[in-house]
């Protein structure tokens, strides 16, 4: 299966998905591109050394939002993909985007959703003072952090953690968790009831 895979920072989830491909066929995908929102960013480094096509749009650069969602939209379409990973992508995708890959976009967040959507889910658990937190990996339907969850990952907050602590903890499970999903995605694709997703 094609994938282009979208990131806006260090791509730590990025370089589990390129080291997942690299061990073998067996993982059933293979990453065609890597887009972003931004310039010099670590996950463009890392496509970029593993020999993956990478480009950059950044909002700031179109006239409106919706030019830019479309411009991506466009840029992502000329790599024909099979699935859309955004891992660690900080932007919203749009409605025109969704129109092209809705259905074939997942998304990575480090909260168990529905609890603690947004930029902060590390930080809101923590301040929330929950025992347990972790990971869920969802096809993106729109909204900020809410489409249908295909997994999840519990992880425990720890005395003594801080947002920073705690996250790092969560992006360890939650890279183990994603690559485990694209992995049965790309290889043995999915159905959606309503909102429960059935992985063959
Ligand atoms: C991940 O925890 C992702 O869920 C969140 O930001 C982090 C990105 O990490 N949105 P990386 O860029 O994959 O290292």
């Not at 930029?119 to 969802?138: E, N, Q």
Request: charged share 20%; with cysteine.
């Amino acid at each position: 299966a094609r994938i282009v895979v979208l990131v806006s920072g260090s791509g730590t989830n990025l370089q589990a998905l390129i080291d997942a491909e690299k061990a073998g066929p067996a993982f059933g995908g293979t990453i065609v591109a890597v887009g972003a929102d931004r310039t010099g960013i670590a996950g463009l480094e890392r496509a970029a050394q593993a020999d993956i096509p990478t480009f950059a749009l950044r909002v700031k650069d179109f006239p409106t939002r919706e030019a830019w969602d479309r411009a991506l939209r466009d840029k992502v379409a000329e790599y024909a993909p099979d699935l859309v990973v955004s891992a660690g992508f900080m932007k919203l995708l749009g409605p025109d985007f969704l129109a092209a890959f809705g259905g074939r976009v997942i998304n990575t967040h480090p909260a168990l959703s529905p609890s603690f959507p947004g930029m902060h889910g590390p930080a809101d658990a923590l301040a929330y003072g929950v025992k347990i937190t972790g990971c869920t990996v969802f096809f993106v339907a729109g909204g900020v952090d809410d489409g249908p969850v295909i997994a999840q990952a519990a992880v425990a907050v720890e005395d003594g953690d801080d947002a920073e602590s705690l996250h790092e903890r969560i992006k360890t499970a939650e890279r183990a968790l994603l690559v485990d999903v694209v992995g049965r995605l790309a290889r043995s694709g999915w159905t959606i009831d309503k909102r429960k997703v059935i992985l063959p």
